[in-house]
């Protein structure tokens, strides 16, 4: 299929966050200005209890969408049936808006590695992943969203960029794009490159989504932690990104480290600002430097041998 | 699969057998750079691996953690992660053989209370998120006909659990989670028996006198309450065998344990 229109798109939900359950209370509690929450899938593919008395609540008063990471849609096994029943039970149960994966594999032989491992940039992988997320979509009735994942190898066999690749199979199987800002530095950062070159290749009647969220600087190499404030840089990327793709669904990850909900808030008050500038008055290098000069964060380097420690 | 993807089959099992086992085919198909050379890349995967999957257990089993200590938990991640790959969409389910590991490896077979903790915070996480039901109230048991009391069954709400423990774990997993003073762990001679249940969003836990754990695993089992008072003998009067199954099933509709109620007798039959 080609020429995907914005029509095809869902529409845009403005700025989000994702739900942890250190925040579960105070969302119900203070009800903040959160346009919409992204949901963990995997922390919800239970039974009964206190994620799902909380996630249902908070969904019966926000938009929410549904993000995964077990899905394995580059895994050479056959998809999980039963993941994906229980995905589709959840997403119509909470109404969720859309749901994303990750472009990548999880695991092989019956083997869930719990990682997002990189999948090389060949023609064989996209005729294999574009078929599954076709089967996906054609089993859940709707199109998915996949997202770029950070990545720390290259492979040899790769035959073309990571960003013809995303396109590629985002044309081919008619899904949408989550498109990870942070994702995209942190991996130009570890691959060498330059990373407005990927988001000025992406094709912008894909993306859907963004992702923002911070990482750990080693040094020569950075690792997506998700575990600290968005730094100046993916800001920056940010700022570039929303001139090049305009309205998007707009949201802020934290996994680690998990701050009170009003920092958060911030951070997203933060996401608002800027993009409110660069829609207003296109990007403007020196007015996003002074903007991001106003945030108080400070870049920490962590020692290399504590990511070695084994 | 097909036969064109073959090659992202043999890329994707290499990958894992380097994650698992640091075999070293895979370094044919990675690039590096002069900073970062393809080791050090690879490196990232392979510790990150272990440490998500030892994070999972840290969460699940912080009494386990604090009884070994950080670096003993740490050495029997590794071992675990090692023995029982992950096999599940979801990564709460990866510490479901930690308890029987602890109890069959050799490295800690003379702790055996470590085992037995790991199987106790298990069943507190499955008590945690099982499903939701309705619980019984005394006013349907009290539409139960005397006539047909002897042949009640009863189903337990799904978050119901039954443990029997040799050692305190339930006293060594509250002085841990409350962050008390240490207490010492202490073997008694007979297993007690203890039962872990969630009511509304709370998990509860509590032990057992030995006729009431025989009951409740009867019970569970689909035994009816004549059958349970006639067991009941083997430690309560045969004429006080009714009354003393009946305060259980009291104590248990407090508790919220129960779900349901079925009463069958020839032809009449009622369910609540």
Same mark, same amino acid.
């Given at each position: 299929?080609?020429?995907?229109?914005?029509?095809?798109?869902?529409?845009?939900?403005?700025?989000?966050?994702?739900?942890?359950?250190?925040?579960?209370?105070?969302?119900?509690?203070?009800?903040?200005?959160?346009?919409?929450?992204?949901?963990?899938?995997?922390?919800?593919?239970?039974?009964?209890?206190?994620?799902?008395?909380?996630?249902?609540?908070?969904?019966?008063?926000?938009?929410?969408?549904?993000?995964?990471?077990?899905?394995?849609?580059?895994?050479?096994?056959?998809?999980?049936?039963?993941?994906?029943?229980?995905?589709?039970?959840?997403?119509?149960?909470?109404?969720?808006?859309?749901?994303?994966?990750?472009?990548?594999?999880?695991?092989?032989?019956?083997?869930?590695?719990?990682?997002?491992?990189?999948?090389?940039?060949?023609?064989?992988?996209?005729?294999?992943?574009?078929?599954?997320?076709?089967?996906?979509?054609?089993?859940?009735?709707?199109?998915?969203?996949?997202?770029?994942?950070?990545?720390?190898?290259?492979?040899?066999?790769?035959?073309?960029?990571?960003?013809?690749?995303?396109?590629?199979?985002?044309?081919?199987?008619?899904?949408?794009?989550?498109?990870?800002?942070?994702?995209?530095?942190?991996?130009?950062?570890?691959?060498?490159?330059?990373?407005?070159?990927?988001?000025?290749?992406?094709?912008?009647?894909?993306?859907?989504?963004?992702?923002?969220?911070?990482?750990?600087?080693?040094?020569?190499?950075?690792?997506?932690?998700?575990?600290?404030?968005?730094?100046?840089?993916?800001?920056?990327?940010?700022?570039?990104?929303?001139?090049?793709?305009?309205?998007?669904?707009?949201?802020?990850?934290?996994?680690?480290?998990?701050?009170?909900?009003?920092?958060?808030?911030?951070?997203?008050?933060?996401?608002?600002?800027?993009?409110?500038?660069?829609?207003?008055?296109?990007?403007?290098?020196?007015?996003?430097?002074?903007?991001?000069?106003?945030?108080?964060?400070?870049?920490?380097?962590?020692?290399?041998?504590?990511?070695?420690?084994? | 699969?097909?036969?064109?993807?073959?090659?992202?089959?043999?890329?994707?099992?290499?990958?894992?057998?380097?994650?698992?086992?640091?075999?070293?085919?895979?370094?044919?198909?990675?690039?590096?750079?002069?900073?970062?050379?393809?080791?050090?890349?690879?490196?990232?995967?392979?510790?990150?691996?272990?440490?998500?999957?030892?994070?999972?257990?840290?969460?699940?089993?912080?009494?386990?953690?604090?009884?070994?200590?950080?670096?003993?938990?740490?050495?029997?991640?590794?071992?675990?992660?090692?023995?029982?790959?992950?096999?599940?969409?979801?990564?709460?389910?990866?510490?479901?053989?930690?308890?029987?590991?602890?109890?069959?490896?050799?490295? $800690?077979?003379?702790?055996? *209370?470590?085992?037995?903790? #790991?199987?106790?915070?298990? +069943?507190?996480? /499955?008590? @945690?998120?099982?499903?939701?039901?309705?619980?019984?109230?005394?006013?349907?048991?009290?539409?139960?006909?005397?006539?047909?009391?002897?042949?009640?069954?009863?189903?337990?709400?799904?978050?119901?659990?039954?443990?029997?423990?040799?050692?305190?774990?339930?006293?060594?997993?509250?002085?841990?989670?409350?962050?008390?003073?240490?207490?010492?762990?202490?073997?008694?001679?007979?297993?007690?028996?203890?039962?872990?249940?969630?009511?509304?969003?709370?998990?509860? $836990?509590?032990?057992?006198? *030995?006729?009431?754990?025989? #009951?409740?695993?009867?019970? +569970?089992?689909? /035994?009816? @309450?004549?059958?349970?008072?006639?067991?009941?003998?083997?430690?309560?009067?045969?004429?006080?065998?009714?009354?003393?199954?009946?305060?259980?099933?009291?104590?248990?509709?407090?508790?919220?344990?129960?779900?349901?109620?079925?009463?069958?007798?020839?032809?009449?039959?009622?369910?609540?």
């Amino acid at each position: 299929m080609t020429n995907i229109t914005e029509q095809k798109k869902y529409s845009h939900l403005g700025f989000g966050l994702g739900l942890r359950k250190e925040h579960y209370q105070d969302v119900l509690d203070s009800q903040p200005a959160v346009d919409w929450f992204e949901v963990l899938t995997e922390n919800y593919l239970i039974d009964g209890g206190k994620p799902l008395y909380f996630l249902n609540r908070i969904a019966e008063r926000y938009p929410v969408v549904m993000h995964g990471v077990s899905m394995n849609i580059g895994n050479t096994e056959p998809l999980n049936k039963d993941y994906l029943n229980r995905l589709k039970k959840l997403k119509n149960s909470i109404n969720a808006h859309w749901l994303s994966d990750h472009l990548c594999w999880t695991g092989t032989n019956g083997t869930n590695a719990h990682d997002l491992l990189p999948m090389p940039y060949t023609q064989e992988s996209i005729d294999h992943v574009v078929q599954r997320i076709e089967q996906v979509q054609d089993f859940l009735g709707c199109r998915m969203l996949i997202e770029n994942v950070s990545s720390y190898i290259s492979y040899i066999q790769s035959e073309m960029t990571e960003w013809e690749f995303l396109n590629e199979i985002a044309q081919r199987s008619d899904c949408l794009l989550l498109l990870d800002i942070n994702n995209i530095y942190v991996s130009a950062i570890n691959h060498e490159y330059d990373p407005l070159d990927y988001l000025q290749a992406i094709n912008p009647q894909r993306v859907q989504q963004f992702h923002l969220a911070g990482h750990s600087d080693y040094g020569d190499y950075i690792i997506d932690t998700h575990d600290e404030p968005v730094c100046k840089a993916v800001w920056e990327l940010y700022a570039q990104a929303v001139a090049r793709f305009g309205e998007t669904t707009f949201m802020i990850e934290r996994d680690a480290n998990i701050p009170p909900l009003t920092e958060l808030l911030d951070e997203l008050s933060f996401a608002r600002s800027i993009a409110g500038v660069v829609q207003q008055q296109g990007y403007h290098k020196d007015t996003i430097q002074a903007m991001l000069d106003t945030i108080p964060v400070q870049k920490v380097i962590h020692a290399e041998q504590e990511q070695m420690a084994l | 699969m097909t036969q064109e993807n073959q090659s992202l089959k043999d890329l994707q099992q290499q990958m894992l057998a380097w994650l698992q086992v640091y075999d070293t085919a895979i370094k044919s198909s990675v690039t590096g750079t002069e900073k970062v050379p393809a080791d050090i890349r690879l490196d990232i995967y392979a510790n990150a691996y272990r440490y998500r999957l030892i994070e999972a257990l840290e969460e699940t089993f912080p009494a386990v953690n604090t009884l070994l200590g950080d670096e003993g938990f740490f050495e029997l991640g590794l071992r675990y992660v090692d023995a029982h790959p992950s096999q599940h969409f979801s990564i709460r389910y990866f510490g479901q053989h930690l308890s029987h590991f602890l109890a069959s490896d050799e490295h $800690y077979l003379e702790q055996p *209370v470590l085992s037995e903790m #790991a199987h106790f915070e298990w +069943l507190l996480r /499955e008590a @945690f998120d099982a499903a939701g039901k309705q619980r019984l109230t005394l006013e349907a048991l009290q539409h139960i006909a005397a006539e047909n009391w002897p042949v009640m069954q009863f189903s337990f709400h799904p978050s119901v659990y039954r443990i029997d423990l040799r050692f305190n774990v339930p006293q060594l997993w509250q002085a841990i989670e409350l962050q008390q003073e240490p207490i010492d762990i202490v073997a008694q001679e007979y297993p007690q028996g203890w039962f872990i249940w969630r009511r509304e969003l709370k998990t509860y $836990y509590r032990s057992m006198d *030995v006729d009431e754990a025989w #009951a409740m695993d009867a019970m +569970l089992k689909g /035994e009816n @309450f004549g059958f349970i008072c006639s067991g009941i003998c083997e430690w309560v009067d045969e004429q006080n065998a009714a009354m003393r199954v009946a305060g259980f099933i009291q104590n248990w509709l407090n508790e919220g344990v129960l779900s349901s109620i079925k009463a069958e007798s020839g032809k009449n039959s009622l369910i609540t």
